[in-house]
């Protein structure tokens, strides 16, 4: 991966509670989630905690080749999340450097949901049970 001026870094990351926030507020954002078809699923050999419902599935490593399949949400709230916020923050900026102009960072992933968060996310989330 190539490194980056960090002052070209324009996204900001949110916490769970600002994801719950946001999804309130407004529940046409859009939520990307950027790990691999199989942790989306559910049926991958690592654990792959759930995902969110209506998200949008992009590999990161798909992303560039794909930005065309999300290009008509350039304007709106996009939260983009993976597992533990390693892949996200990469296809975040990606998208935030690519015409994306209200991009943020789910920070942490969906390893790191805890009991509260899932209170406050029991309509929007599905949990894979690992």
Not at 2 to 25: G, I, N, Q, Y
Request: hydrophobic content about 35%.
């Amino acid at each position: 991966m190539t490194l980056v001026e960090k002052s070209t870094v324009k996204f900001k990351d949110l916490s769970f509670e600002e994801l719950c926030a946001r999804l309130k507020a407004n529940p046409k954002t859009v939520l990307l989630d950027v790990r691999t078809p199989a942790e989306f699923k559910g049926s991958s050999e690592v654990p792959s905690f759930g995902h969110f419902k209506n998200a949008i599935n992009i590999n990161v490593e798909e992303l560039p080749s794909r930005i065309k399949d999300i290009a008509k949400y350039k304007e709106q709230e996009v939260l983009v999340y993976c597992s533990h916020s390693h892949r996200s923050p990469r296809a975040t900026y990606f998208l935030s450097t690519h015409g994306f102009s209200n991009v943020a960072n789910v920070a942490g992933g969906v390893s790191t949901i805890t009991q509260s968060h899932k209170d406050c996310l029991k309509t929007n989330f599905v949990s894979h049970g690992n």
